[in-house]
């Protein structure tokens, strides 16, 4: 194991994935030359070249669309995209065209397709660049939706990614990228879709969350530990395909539940896994279920103003004491 | 058609230039009457019921997927809009798969689960059918990248119509395709209506191959009524992209004698039932006629026979497709995955 950060783990996996299977490309906004907006992919135009690591013009549509269409005929590609705000651009490759295919051709065509960059609020980047839309994407049947939170989700994931052969978006929160922490050195470790991970054990409350939302829960159980409380953490880290099991285990287990995420509160995913608590374990919780989201409005640019819409750990510390009381 | 003479586009006489291929000549005039008592039977299962949601019928325009798919190479992918019964039917695929993938069966190219605007069949390279007006210009440049990129000698022919060329995402993929020499045919089949708007009414400038001149891609506009010429050019221009590894862009003027599709039941919104009488003396199938009795290559006698032939073909094609059982209700969740299920229920 080594000590690397979010971002480096996420650029050794490609390179390694690259490395491995010839029909595996990245392609994207300054990605190459310009070494990535966030250097996610620094360095790798001078390893790969161009046929590997590809610049293309800023044409989110037409980017995408030319990846679905590299995929059918047995191309990987991985489309960056500098923000997943951008990718609203390509919605309509992405839900009409790549979650279809496979349906609408009865099974003849695939496509192993993976769509990656960060989502969500990084620092006063204001109203059209820090959406978090994997709610969005994870409604859509077809593709598949992931949020990992730490070095080796993010190294295990983005190679389950790649070896798919179904749409997958790839979502990275950019508060993530410096995070430390550390990646297997087997080359073929991959981290499976559909699974949750318990990152903390604890009887009295589950603290639900995915991608940087579910360091926020540690934190929460931290300071709840304090006050006596044995919360338990659920990374969710998948939401399509989304692990109910280990999400209701632990609520048959603890009877209280707090579900945290950065999007907007209404109609976000976390409003889907509140929902289906409710549905399949109402008998066993002695609480409402508590729910955080992002406040219902575009990211302002002030910084205290963005700092307000984004859920913190006294939002949630808040929330978590209402559920348990 | 009123536009043609301000498109500058006159009624070109057959291709007299090479010598007439007897069996070619039949080929084409069988395929043609394939595809437009094919379509004759699709209206019908639109009518008794048989078919529903969207059907648009290529009748009118046979000669221009003809004419061109008879030019390919078996790697070479295709992909097209949602007017895509011809363009299956002559690359191969099974008829009585395409009418009961129309009448939603399952015996269907899809089982059931595309329809008439979405046949596919990966065994003959045809990618599709697909739904979103110009969206598809994006795959099939696509498809041209990925042949290239694994080393491929294949051209992909890109089929969209007069309104798909206002797409904003043609315009970004006509770019990577030329920034990139992709190996990608652009092919505008130009039947002078976006549904029920007149290219006059919907493009700046009518002559829609012109909008390649800014992506430094090479361009023209072809008449698409008569077989043999659309094939004599095809011949040019695919060998060409495939020699040079670089996109073309490419208008075939043709005409829809049917609506925009089935369900399209008042024409006399935007043309004239005498533009139609005009429009249907170039019909693609009589101008064959007329070049083979001309050149005699082939008797009144011997078309009747083969009309006969094609008339019961397609009559049993619709029997067939009619019996194939509707899908097993299972069936609404598979391949929605590769390799598995989504969550089931309401």
């Known amino acids: ?325 | 058609m009123s536009t043609s003479s301000k498109a500058g586009k006159q009624p070109a006489p057959p291709a007299k230039t090479e010598t007439p291929d007897i069996a070619l000549l039949e080929h084409f005039y069988r395929e043609m009457l394939r595809i437009r008592v094919f379509e004759r039977f699709s209206e019908q299962a639109y009518r008794a019921g048989l078919a529903g949601g969207y059907l648009h019928v290529y009748t009118g325009m046979e000669a221009t997927a003809i004419g061109w798919l008879s030019c390919i190479e078996k790697h070479d992918p295709v992909i097209t809009a949602y007017r895509d019964h011809g363009h299956a039917l002559y690359l191969g695929c099974d008829a009585t798969a395409c009418m009961a993938e129309i009448m939603g069966r399952s015996g269907g190219m899809s089982g059931g689960k595309g329809g008439s605007m979405h046949l596919y069949s990966a065994e003959h390279n045809f990618y599709g059918g697909w739904g979103i007006v110009g969206g598809h210009i994006a795959l099939g440049v696509g498809l041209a990248f990925g042949t290239k990129y694994q080393g491929s000698d294949a051209v992909t022919h890109c089929f969209f119509g007069d309104g798909a060329a206002n797409a904003g995402v043609l315009f970004e993929v006509m770019n990577m395709a030329s920034l990139w020499d992709l190996p990608v045919i652009f092919i505008i089949e130009n039947n002078e209506f976006a549904m029920g708007t007149r290219l006059e009414y919907h493009a700046a400038d009518t002559e829609l191959h012109k909008r390649a001149e800014g992506f430094n891609m090479e361009h023209e506009r072809i008449d698409g009524m008569d077989v043999l010429e659309v094939r004599r050019h095809a011949r040019r221009i695919i060998d060409r992209a495939r020699k040079t590894s670089r996109p073309y862009f490419l208008e075939i003027m043709n005409y829809r004698f049917a609506g925009h599709g089935a369900a399209d039941n008042d024409q006399s919104l935007y043309r004239t039932p005498e533009e139609l009488e005009r429009a249907k003396k170039r019909d693609p199938i009589a101008l064959l006629e007329n070049y083979m009795r001309d050149n005699n290559v082939m008797t009144s006698e011997k078309m009747e026979a083969i009309q006969a032939e094609v008339e019961e073909e397609m009559e049993q094609v619709y029997t067939d497709a009619a019996a194939s059982p509707k899908p097993e209700p299972h069936e609404v969740y598979s391949d929605v995955y590769t390799d598995m299920t989504p969550e089931k229920g309401h």
């Open chain 1, 1 to 325: 194991m080594a000590s690397v950060t979010y971002r480096d783990a996420l650029r050794q996996a490609m390179i390694e994935e690259i490395e491995r299977d010839e029909s595996v490309f990245l392609m994207g906004e300054d990605i190459g030359r310009y070494q990535g907006t966030f250097r996610v992919t620094q360095g790798l135009f001078e390893q790969f070249k161009q046929k590997r690591v590809l610049d293309t013009p800023i044409s989110e549509p037409g980017i995408v669309g030319i990846a679905i269409g590299a995929a059918m005929v047995g191309c990987r590609p991985i489309v960056e995209m500098m923000t997943m705000s951008f990718s609203i651009l390509a919605m309509d490759q992405i839900i009409n065209h790549a979650a279809k295919i496979h349906y609408m051709s009865g099974g003849q065509f695939k496509v192993p397709l993976v769509i990656r960059g960060p989502g969500g609020a990084a620092n006063q980047l204001s109203a059209q660049h820090s959406h978090s839309l994997e709610g969005w994407y994870a409604h859509v049947p077809g593709l598949k939706v992931v949020a990992p939170s730490t070095t080796e989700d993010v190294y295990g994931m983005i190679k389950t990614a790649i070896r798919d052969d179904n749409p997958v978006i790839f979502t990275e929160n950019p508060g993530l990228y410096g995070v430390k922490g550390e990646i297997p050195t087997e080359k073929d470790f991959t981290v499976p879709f559909g699974k949750c991970a318990v990152r903390k054990e604890g009887a009295d409350i589950s603290l639900i969350g995915y991608s940087r939302m579910a360091h926020v829960c540690m934190e929460i159980a931290e300071e709840l530990d304090k006050e006596g409380v044995d919360a338990e953490v659920i990374d969710v880290r998948s939401l399509l395909p989304l692990d109910t099991e280990t999400i209701y285990d632990s609520v048959k287990k603890t009877n209280r539940a707090l579900v945290m995420y950065e999007d907007w509160r209404s109609g976000g995913f976390g409003a889907e896994i509140v929902a289906r608590i409710q549905e399949d374990c109402f008998d066993f919780l002695d609480a409402p279920v508590g729910r955080i989201g992002g406040l219902n409005v575009p990211m302002p640019y002030a910084r205290n103003l963005e700092l307000l819409c984004i859920p913190n750990k006294d939002d949630g510390l808040a929330k978590a004491r209402e559920v348990l009381s």
